[in-house]
């Protein structure tokens, strides 16, 4: 490699050299008038015609020209290795370097020219060695105190010392490897230290510092979130710091679990749920939390979906929250996929729409079947099978409606008519049947009612007896002829309790077809059964007995 680019650096390096030492150069030996023989360069000044500017290994010198005795010339290759010559016996191995190299440009095949550069280059990179070896040694020493003042808590110190002091020096590569152990070193033990300080947010500091050194440390990503976990400003980062914890370790199940908590906090419930269905997968959280969770996602994520109109994708989620939530029913199911349908037949295509009108019909989908059938109607009124779908459940309605009439529940026949007379009427036959059971339901039920004022009303008047019967009771308990006023006739006070209770099951008995009654007889019968239980209040508790008005009620 040296052999084939050796000329082109030295062509290069010559007009370097002669560019900087002057504008004309030639090799010579000076002789003085004293004799001394000088062997070097002379530099001509032209700005100063008494003098001759001399250059040799010694540095530069001026002569006058008066003591100068001669001046004899040599080729200048000549006089460029004899400089060289003259610095490398000295020591100046740069200079010499440079000597030479200038020599070689005049004659780049000049094996003796090119052996003195070697014998120059092995020189420097021996004393370089020396001085390198050295430095190292200082830098070892740093790094030594460097760890010592780590673990003695003289954090500032040892950062002064890997972030500057050392790196001046220039470390080797081993060395660089130590500085970055160090510096992470340093970093992890004054964040835990801030930690225990209760300094959280200087702690962050140098986890982060730390992690720019190396992003696989796990401890610094969980220590970042236990800090960053209650701070809602910071979600970002924590969210980042548990993807890296799971990068690092996939199986971390409690990270993957903080992970997904996140998500669903911040609304993201496809994240959210693509974490949580990978704890799950694992069959170690079956019936816990999570499924609720993921439960919670799908219900938003098919809602919104189908507020999309991407039924498609809402259909396979609400089949997967199936899976997970016990109150999750077919209905919306049947629903989700009617609309999926619905959109992909068009709303057009009548005998498709019919055909899942029908269908959602049979799946107990009754409003959707009709919105359905009657948004048709409307579009389409003469369509046949419209028209046909319309009477089958008109039919059917009428038929629930006749039925309830033939089992007497004329209430029930009377709903179930209005609603069949208002849904279908348009049908004239329809509306027909549906007012005649509507008419002969009313006739029915006013009929139920007399019969049950009339039952009342027996009812009634047997709860009056008995009431009247348990009053003459507690008017014979008292003996007055007795010493003791407060004892009582034992078979007396029985058979007033006996009527009394009598009396108030024929009263509760009447208040039960209190449809029948008006109001101010279901008044006559409260009042009676607040006399009843003051009564019997009184004779199941020897409280003071109420006094008994003619009326037969309590004052």
Same mark, same amino acid.
């Given at each position: 490699m040296r052999s084939v680019s050796r000329n082109v650096f030295c062509e290069v390096l010559a007009m370097l050299t002669l560019t900087v030492l002057a504008p004309a150069a030639r090799a010579d030996i000076v002789i003085l008038t004293t004799g001394e023989r000088?062997?070097?360069?002379?530099?001509?000044?032209?700005?100063?015609?008494?003098?001759?500017?001399?250059?040799?290994?010694?540095?530069?010198?001026?002569?006058?020209?008066?003591?100068?005795?001669?001046?004899?010339?040599?080729?200048?290759?000549?006089?460029?290795?004899? !400089?060289? *010559? =003259?610095?490398?016996?000295?020591?100046?191995?740069?200079?010499?370097?440079? $000597?030479?190299? &200038?020599?070689? #440009?005049?004659?780049?095949?000049?094996?003796?020219?090119?052996?003195?550069?070697?014998?120059?280059?092995?020189?420097?990179?021996?004393?370089?060695?020396?001085?390198?070896?050295?430095?190292?040694?200082?830098?070892?020493? !740093?790094? *030594? =105190?460097?760890?010592?003042?780590?673990?003695?808590?003289?954090?500032?110190? $040892?950062?002064? &010392?890997?972030? #500057?002091?050392?790196?001046?020096?220039?470390?080797?590569?081993?060395?660089?490897?130590?500085?970055l152990d160090l510096t992470k070193t340093l970093h992890r033990e004054w964040a835990n230290d801030w930690l225990d300080r209760l300094e959280p947010t200087s702690a962050a500091d140098h986890f982060q510092q730390l992690l720019k050194l190396d992003p696989t440390d796990e401890d610094s990503y969980r220590k970042l979130v236990q800090i960053w976990g209650g701070m809602s400003e910071k979600t970002g980062q924590v969210v980042e710091a548990l993807k890296m914890q799971l990068t690092i370790r996939p199986d971390d199940k409690e990270a993957r679990r903080e992970l997904a908590d996140k998500y669903f906090e911040q609304k993201q419930y496809d994240l959210a749920l693509e974490q949580y269905s990978i704890l799950h997968d694992t069959g170690e959280f079956k019936g816990t939390m999570i499924e609720a969770r993921m439960a919670d996602c799908l219900t938003v994520l098919y809602r919104n979906a189908a507020s999309d109109k991407d039924f498609d994708k809402a259909v396979e989620l609400y089949k997967r929250l199936k899976i997970y939530s016990p109150i999750?029913?077919?209905?919306?199911?049947?629903?989700?996929?009617?609309?999926?349908?619905?959109?992909?037949?068009?709303?057009?295509?009548?005998?498709?729409?019919?055909?899942?009108?029908?269908?959602?019909?049979?799946?107990?989908?009754?409003?959707?079947?009709?919105?359905?059938?009657?948004?048709l109607k409307t579009q389409f009124p003469d369509n046949a099978q419209v028209n046909a779908a319309l009477k089958s459940w008109a039919d059917e309605l009428l038929a629930q409606a006749q039925n309830a009439f033939k089992s007497m529940r004329y209430q029930d026949a009377t709903m179930l008519a209005s609603r069949c007379k208002k849904e279908y009427g348009f049908f004239q036959d329809i509306d027909l049947e549906c007012?005649?059971?509507?008419?002969?339901?009313?006739?029915?039920?006013?009929?139920?009612?007399?019969?049950?004022?009339?039952?009342?009303?027996?009812?009634?008047?047997?709860?009056?007896?008995?009431?009247?019967?348990?009053?003459?009771?507690?008017?014979?308990?008292?003996?007055?002829?007795?010493?003791?006023?407060?004892?009582?006739?034992?078979?007396?006070?029985?058979?007033?309790?006996?009527?009394?209770?009598?009396?108030l099951d024929w009263y509760n008995r009447a208040l039960n077809e209190s449809t029948g009654l008006d109001n101010v007889t279901r008044q006559e019968i409260n009042e009676s059964v607040s006399t009843v239980q003051t009564y019997l209040a009184a004779l199941t508790s020897n409280k003071p007995m109420p006094s008994i008005p003619r009326t037969g009620r309590v004052r």
């Open positions: 000088f062997e070097g360069i002379i530099v001509q000044s032209q700005s100063d015609s008494e003098s001759v500017l001399f250059r040799d290994s010694r540095g530069e010198v001026k002569f006058s020209r008066d003591r100068i005795r001669s001046i004899e010339d040599e080729p200048d290759a000549v006089d460029w290795m004899k !400089l060289g *010559d =003259q610095n490398l016996s000295r020591g100046r191995y740069e200079a010499a370097l440079e $000597a030479y190299r &200038a020599s070689l #440009t005049y004659d780049p095949t000049d094996a003796k020219v090119q052996e003195r550069i070697d014998q120059t280059e092995t020189a420097i990179h021996r004393v370089d060695d020396k001085n390198r070896l050295g430095q190292l040694q200082a830098i070892d020493a !740093l790094l *030594d =105190q460097t760890a010592k003042d780590i673990e003695e808590r003289r954090y500032a110190r $040892a950062e002064d &010392a890997l972030t #500057t002091r050392i790196l001046v020096l220039g470390p080797s590569l081993e060395q660089k490897k130590r500085i999750a029913g077919d209905d919306t199911l049947h629903e989700l996929e009617f609309y999926r349908d619905a959109l992909e037949a068009g709303a057009d295509n009548v005998p498709e729409r019919v055909r899942l009108a029908l269908l959602a019909r049979s799946q107990g989908l009754n409003t959707l079947a009709f919105n359905e059938i009657n948004r007012t005649k059971i509507i008419n002969n339901s009313q006739v029915e039920l006013e009929r139920e009612r007399l019969e049950k004022s009339k039952m009342a009303l027996e009812y009634k008047k047997n709860g009056d007896a008995n009431l009247q019967k348990g009053l003459y009771y507690v008017e014979n308990m008292k003996d007055t002829e007795r010493s003791n006023p407060n004892v009582y006739v034992v078979s007396d006070k029985q058979q007033a309790i006996k009527h009394f209770q009598l009396a």
